[in-house]
């Protein structure tokens, strides 16, 4: 039944009955991080202790025309630089959110950005894997009229892939490629100089890189999840061997004392490519068409939507000791940015910006409108925030958010229900609750208005319906850990949901006894059709043993409050129109009883179903089911009118064979005591209460005396014989 249906028919039920509520009082609860993740939080940060506390604002400063942001740099006046792409552009966002752009390319995408120490602003492109320098105050140029920084055309390994751009301190820019893996160095300020190969490596990619303070590159590969210290003189050692295929992100921050502490993001199991490569496919050229594939690439994530075994975040001391800090199987790790607080972390697939602690210890900070985060840039006002899927920048301010809220997911009681008293634990009383209902389960349809709710005192004050949502307004420095309300449901009648009759059978016998005898399986019929039914044992058989002196009344039934349940078993006769008890206070769901309790003839069962002990007396409610008819028959056939007689050295033997209740189904005879033989009645068709017999049966022997036995069974299986001695 739909939701739709069930409240319309709770409402009726409610319009036309006095409301019995169901058993006791219920209390829905919110107190971990997973439960709390489900809601909305507007500038609140749900902690991994499972609390909520005011967190940093979120605004949104921009969203692009493109699908993807892959990168955001900004330079000292608070200036952002996008890299997108579909389409490929490099975009300037100032403070106010107004943007130009600064640079198109009919390139796949823009993959990285970066602002040099003279103010100039570097692209880096794909497929063609160039580096673009652009005038950060100049109008949008192209890829033909854009200065070339970079082109791996000028190399001797041409790499197919930049990954990442950097500035040292002299102001030298440094290119992470793959295809292969390598770091090349170039001086943009020498219009004559050539790139030089600063580092090689046996990987797939180098995918991220930064520099730590005594100037020394830290780079993470795809391939093998390998962190390089790279010196100045570019001789690389691996400083650790991440257990994951790829290093998706590195930072770096400083302990307690002022050394530098490395931070590295890694997904993928290196035993096997868990990453879908990304077929790209674009226009370079009128004539050409160029398929990228980019193994285990951010876009490979994006494109696919797959977690691929989740992520990792190491934390590597200036001991060189590393240790796991963070790991999240349903999140893919973008980019990390440390920060006083702590270090940030731009998720996808889900949009999440957590902020992680020293003792691992996290916060969710923000769920953004996008599939992914991406990459973080410094500003005056706060953090910037590029993401894809949709390409979009956010700002997270330094300072809490003034206007902390939290909305709760919306609760389904599943009955319509009284609401009572909320209840909470927090740090302090530095918070506003509020509380709204309805029946549908879209708040945005004619719920209830948002009322304010005093915690652990009263009724919240909404009306009663089946669906109910709390907010809550945090202001300094709350943590508010804990909210529940109480609410009472609706009682709502239980239901019979199938009964099925078994003559000639017994359940609940001594296990002796029941070895001893024949077993025989009570079965609902949807047992054989695989439709669900209800109740503890569901459709799996009844198991009992046969007796023909037995009936077995079988149901299933529930109740969709939970209510404990007790039945009572009906029976009425053919032609009766009266409902006789035959137990009542049944805890079982089934019921067997003697067949001489009652006489021959057809009868139903009806199965009464009640939720009274769950209830105060007068509150319970009741449902029923009534039986296909069934016949009870123990009479034995009666058979009549046997002859027999010589006929030719044949024995001609004619009989009359008659049931008061169930049709006579097959008869038998024995000449002198030999075996059984079948014999058919006239007419052939054994199916009515009376049945005629007309045989003859040739003699082996002719003369002396002979003994004709005939043997007759009802449907029911219930025998008489009869005998003759023909001369």
Not at 80 to 86: E, W
Not at 628 to 635: E, G, L, N, S, Y
């Amino acid at each position: 039944m739909s939701r739709t249906r069930l409240v319309a028919r709770l409402l009726v039920f409610i319009a036309l009955s006095p409301i019995a509520h169901a058993q006791g009082t219920r209390l829905w609860s919110q107190s971990r991080f997973d439960e709390f993740e489900k809601g909305r939080p507007h500038g609140v940060a749900i902690r991994s202790d499972g609390s909520l506390i005011p967190g940093p604002k979120i605004a949104s400063v921009l969203a692009t025309p493109s699908t993807y942001v892959w990168a955001v740099a900004s330079d000292s006046t608070g200036n952002a630089y996008l890299a997108t792409g579909s389409p490929a552009t490099v975009l300037k966002v100032s403070p106010d959110g107004k943007s130009t752009k600064l640079f198109e390319t009919k390139d796949l995408t823009v993959q990285a950005v970066v602002v040099g120490p003279d103010g100039s602003v570097y692209a880096a492109t794909l497929p063609s894997g160039k580096v673009y320098k652009l005038k950060a105050d100049g109008p949008g140029v192209d890829e033909k009229s854009a200065t070339v920084a970079f082109d791996p055309a000028t190399t001797a390994e041409k790499p197919k892939y930049i990954w990442a751009v950097a500035f040292d301190s002299s102001g030298r820019l440094y290119i992470a490629t793959g295809g292969p893996a390598g770091i090349y160095r170039v001086d943009p300020r020498d219009s004559a100089a050539k790139p030089e190969l600063f580092f090689k490596s046996d990987e797939q990619h180098i995918r991220c890189m930064a520099f730590d303070h005594s100037g020394n590159l830290i780079a993470g590969s795809d391939g093998s999840g390998l962190i390089y210290r790279i010196g100045k003189d570019g001789k690389g050692y691996i400083i650790y061997n991440a257990p994951k295929r790829e290093i998706t992100a590195v930072a770096i921050g400083a302990d307690s004392a002022g050394k530098d502490v490395i931070w590295a993001s890694a997904v993928g199991e290196r035993s096997r490519v868990t990453l879908p490569p990304l077929p790209v496919t674009g226009n370079v050229a009128v004539s050409a068409t160029i398929t990228i594939v980019q193994p285990g690439s951010v876009q490979a994530f994006s494109s696919n939507g797959i977690v691929p075994d989740g992520s990792d975040i190491y934390e590597i001391a200036a001991s060189g000791a590393p240790r796991k800090l963070w790991s999240d199987k349903e999140t893919v790790v973008y980019a990390l940015h440390p920060t006083p607080q702590g270090l940030l972390v731009a998720t996808g697939n889900r949009g999440r910006i957590y902020r992680i602690h020293e003792n691992g210890e996290f916060e969710d900070l923000a769920h953004l409108e996008a599939s992914q985060a991406v990459g973080f840039a410094d500003s005056p006002q706060g953090y910037l925030v590029a993401t894809a899927n949709s390409g979009k920048l956010y700002s997270l301010s330094h300072s809490g958010d003034p206007e902390a809220n939290y909305e709760s997911d919306v609760f389904d009681a599943d009955f319509f229900s009284t609401w009572g008293r909320a209840e909470t634990h927090a740090s302090s009383s530095n918070y506003d609750l509020f509380a709204r209902s309805g029946n549908v389960e879209n708040p945005e349809r004619n719920w209830s208005d948002w009322v304010k709710v005093t915690p652990n005192s009263g009724n919240v004050g909404v009306p009663s319906a089946r669906f109910v949502q709390w907010k809550a307004v945090l202001r300094d420095d709350v943590a508010l850990s804990s909210v529940g309300l109480n609410y009472l449901p609706v009682n709502v009648a239980p239901s019979v949901d199938e009964i099925v009759v078994q003559t000639g059978a017994r359940v609940n016998v001594s296990q002796g006894l029941q070895q001893q005898q024949q077993s025989i399986n009570v079965s609902f019929p949807s047992s054989q059709t695989n439709v669900i039914t209800f109740g503890e044992s569901g459709n799996s058989p009844l198991t009992g043993i046969r007796d023909k002196n037995s009936v077995t009344a079988r149901w299933a039934a529930h109740d969709d409050n939970g209510d404990e349940l007790v039945y009572s078993v009906y029976y009425r006769g053919d032609g009766d129109s009266d409902w006789r008890l035959l137990k009542d206070n049944v805890t079982d769901k089934y019921y067997s009883f003697d067949t001489a309790l009652l006489p021959d003839g057809g009868y139903r069962v009806k199965v009464v179903a009640s939720d009274a002990p769950s209830h105060n007396p007068g509150e319970a409610l009741s449902a029923d089911r009534v039986s296909d008819r069934f016949v009870i028959d123990t009479a034995t056939p009666i058979i009549s009118s046997l002859s027999a007689k010589l006929d030719g050295g044949k024995i001609h033997v004619t009989a009359t064979a008659t049931d008061s209740t169930s049709p006579i189904t097959h008869a038998e005879y024995s000449i002198d005591a030999g075996p059984w033989q079948y014999i058919e009645p006239v007419g052939r068709l054994s199916d009515s209460l009376e049945e005629h017999y007309d045989f003859s049966v040739a003699l082996k022997a002719a003369g002396g005396e002979h003994l004709v036995t005939l043997r007759v069974y009802d449907r029911f299986e219930n025998v008489t014989a009869a005998k003759t001695v023909v001369h």
